[in-house]
């Protein structure tokens, strides 16, 4: 006989261990770190991130070390939809950003299929 899975239960959920090694944790460490922000999970970053627009979307580009030739002016002048404009006056050159730490003697993309 199946038993119900009830609505709110985890049908699964990662060892505390490899939790602490995520994307989302390095970035809330670094914001506590960097920022002085601190977040008890991932709900509270979550709210301070819909709130909290600019200063969210700015630690981002400085997390990321985003590279720009121009720097942004400003990261949302005016919030509206449709027609935000995202870190108005930044210039860069995405094939440049992202391969800025490109090594000559390794592959730059490696691709996988099924």
């Known amino acids: 006989m199946e038993q119900a899975v009830k609505e709110g239960t985890f049908l699964w959920e990662p060892a505390p261990g490899f939790k602490k090694q995520t994307n989302i944790v390095k970035y809330m460490e670094w914001l506590k770190d960097h920022k002085q922000l601190s977040f ?13 627009i600019e200063d969210f979307w700015a630690s981002l580009w400085e997390y990321f070390d ?29 094939a440049e950003h992202i391969f800025r730490n490109a090594r000559f003697n390794e592959p730059a993309i490696i691709a996988q299929s099924e």
């Open 40 to 52: 008890d999970d991932y709900h509270s970053l979550w709210s301070w991130s819909v709130t909290e």
């Open 66 to 94: 985003i590279q720009a030739s121009t720097p942004y002016r400003s990261v949302l002048p005016e919030r509206k939809m449709p027609g935000a404009k995202w870190f108005e006056g930044a210039h860069l050159n995405y």
